[in-house]
T-cell receptor
Framework: GAGVSQSPRYKVTKRGQDVALRCDPI?????LYWYRQALGQGPEFLTY????????KSGLPNDRFSAERPEGSISTLTIQRTEQRDSAMYRC??????????????FGPGTRLTVT | AQRVTQPEKLLSVFKGAPVELKCNYS??????LFWYVQYSRQRLQLLLR??SRESIKGFTADLNKGETSFHLKKPFAQEEDSAMYYC???????????FGKGTKLSVKP
């Protein structure tokens, strides 16, 4: 079946603009995660959802970042008033199990965001 | 603090040589450790997890709680093993992963 998809794959925006990044998880997957990966670094946790409930948003760097998953499927990560330091690869992952050990997170291809 | 450390940014070996990618972690609870791999132009994917005690593509990793390590090993490297490897720690029951910075493995012919 189809894997996790993300759109757009590449986004170039000017400083100060808002951007919305979309993640479509594997059908039926309960948990959805957002990570951010700067060049030369590993993915860094931003936030995650179980169904439509945002369980943890402690990784969001500031209040310009927000995420939602209103119907428990597709999720949108929104960055307001973008800054150059927001440039990174944004990765989404989904998982079929909640709080269970040994589960696998399936990653999407990522969205490469460049703020000029 | 919860942390995953991969000390080598780049590891270069010749085909057929043994390879060991190091991973150390810092975690106060009972950890769940994973290795993820990203081949060129592909997405990040799970390679193996410690609780499964499995061998995937000839790779193994043993959790050593005394040394807080989870090193990835393969006795005979292949060119197709060239990729970026990330060690990751699952944080308690929350589910999100804490990643190391990654090690780029280059296997030369």
């Amino acid at each position: 079946g189809a894997g996790v998809s993300q759109s757009p794959r590449y986004k170039v925006t000017k400083r100060g603009q808002d951007v919305a990044l979309r993640c479509d998880p594997i059908s039926g997957h309960v948990s959805l995660y957002w990570y951010r990966q700067a060049l030369g670094q590993g993915p860094e946790f931003l936030t995650y959802f179980n169904y439509e409930a945002q369980q943890d948003k402690s990784g969001l760097p500031n209040d310009r970042f927000s995420a939602e998953r209103p119907e428990g499927s597709i999720s949108t990560l929104t960055i307001q008033r973008t800054e150059q330091r927001d440039s990174a690869m944004y990765r989404c992952a989904s998982s079929s199990r909640v709080g269970a050990g040994g589960y696998e997170q399936y990653f999407g291809p990522g969205t490469r965001l460049t703020v000029t | 603090a919860q942390r995953v450390t991969q000390p080598e940014k780049l590891l270069s070996v010749f085909k057929g040589a043994p390879v060991e990618l190091k991973c150390n972690y810092s975690y106060s609870g009972s950890p769940e450790l994973f290795w993820y791999v990203q081949y060129s132009r592909q997405r990040l994917q799970l390679l193996l997890r410690h609780i499964s005690r499995e061998s995937i593509k000839g790779f193994t990793a043993d959790l050593n709680k005394g040394e807080t390590s989870f090193h990835l090993k393969k006795p005979f490297a292949q060119e197709e093993d060239s990729a970026m490897y990330y060690c990751a720690l699952r944080r308690g029951s929350q589910g999100n992963l804490i990643f190391g910075k990654g090690t780029k493995l280059s296997v030369k012919p």
